[in-house]
């Protein structure tokens, strides 16, 4: 008489009780995102910078040096819903897989799988874009699960074969066609986890049937097919990591023209203001030219010529997002020095002419306030 094998959960559950990893890693993603809040991000929607500033992954900070955003970026969640859904997702398949594969091989393949969908990611979303999440690693999950399903498919009943299987295939399918059809989502990083997950799990598959161990320490000896597997995945993270592209910009750069755009707002708003009260003073207190025009050489123009100096010393490629505004604040920065050092001349040699023509030239470069850093790059 044929036995009817047990259900695969019930040999899971016989040969490992607890899912330490799955565990560890659902609480790492709800504490990440518990203290996101705490620092201002949204319940339900995280600005960019937010996301930067924690470790997103994003194609002009990574590729400047900041590789370890392709791990940071693994924890972080845009919002409420995005978390969700993901942590479901890796609980109902880190259930089965990490008892399937053991917690150091489920550890391995979720980061293998991780790692090598943000890979992808730099190279299918260019510099365009800031994405986190956990679904790579996710995708890589369910990839090692049809790889253990397909090797034991002998040893499973047929019918949950094929609801496990199947089940799983159309995870993946479904999500990565909303990837390609719903903006925002980041179906490189699914796409490349899933297929780094399946060549993970092909090559570190261990047998359902525990007698097939050979020993206390002793694991079987790795088939060919495994090896292959094992060589398909190397040889998948060395070719993208060949074919990740040359940043448009620095990120370095980048952030420091946005700290001296700042800077020289704030500035520019305290020398204009020190302007009008020189000359309304001036005009009250019936200060003499020469007098008026020290003050207005050393506390208007001087510090002019400075901001100017500054923002030309910045260096910043034409794609960088805050290219034409720093192209911008230096005109208007050399405009009002201009404007403040003909102010000066005239003032020193009483023409009035030459006065009224600086401070229109200065009102002039004032009608357009100096422009914000743009905003980082979208989701």
């Known amino acids: 008489m044929t036995v009817a094998p047990l259900p695969l959960i019930d040999q899971l559950i016989a040969r490992r009780r607890r899912i330490p990893v799955t565990t560890a890693l659902i609480v790492a993603n709800l504490a990440v995102f518990a203290a996101m809040l705490l620092s201002g991000a949204g319940l339900w929607h995280s600005a960019n910078g937010i996301q930067l500033a924690w470790g997103a992954n994003f194609g002009p900070a990574t590729k400047d040096g900041e590789w370890w955003r392709l791990g940071s970026a693994l924890f972080l969640h845009f919002g409420l819903l995005h978390l969700g859904m993901n942590m479901l997702s890796l609980l109902d398949g880190g259930r089965l897989v990490e008892r399937m594969f053991g917690p150091l091989r489920f550890v391995a393949i979720y980061f293998v799988s991780g790692l090598t969908g943000n890979l992808l990611s730099l190279i299918v979303q260019g510099d365009r874009a800031v994405s986190g999440g956990a679904s790579g690693a996710i995708f890589g999950v369910y990839g090692a699960l049809l790889s253990f399903l397909w090797q034991q498919r002998a040893t499973l009943d047929r019918r949950e074969f094929v609801r496990l299987f199947w089940g799983a295939c159309l995870f993946a399918a479904v999500t990565i066609v909303l990837g390609l059809n719903i903006a925002g989502i980041d179906n ?192």
């Open 188 to 379: 490189g990083a699914h796409i490349g986890g899933f297929v780094a997950g399946l060549l993970a799990g092909a090559a570190l598959v261990r047998p359902l049937d525990d007698s097939a161990v050979l020993g206390r320490y002793r694991q079987p000896v790795a088939s060919a097919g495994q090896w292959l597997a094992g060589l398909g995945l190397a040889l998948m993270v060395i070719v993208l990591v060949i074919a990740i592209p040359a940043p448009r910009y620095r990120w370095s750069e980048e952030v420091m023209a946005r700290d001296e755009i700042r800077d020289f707002i704030g500035a520019d708003r305290r020398i204009a203001h020190r302007w009008n009260t020189l000359i309304g003073d001036a005009q009250r207190n019936g200060a003499s030219f020469d007098d008026l025009a020290g003050q207005i050489e050393s506390e208007v123009a001087q510090p002019y010529q400075q901001s100017f100096e500054d923002l030309s010393e910045l260096h910043l490629s034409p794609a960088a997002p805050s290219a034409a505004t720093l192209r911008e604040l230096r005109q208007y920065a050399e405009a009002r020095r201009d404007a403040s050092r003909a102010l000066v001349e005239g003032l020193r040699a009483h023409d009035m002419d030459a006065v009224r023509d600086a401070l229109e030239a200065a009102s002039r470069a004032g009608e357009r306030p100096p422009a914000k850093s743009r905003p980082a790059p979208a989701r």
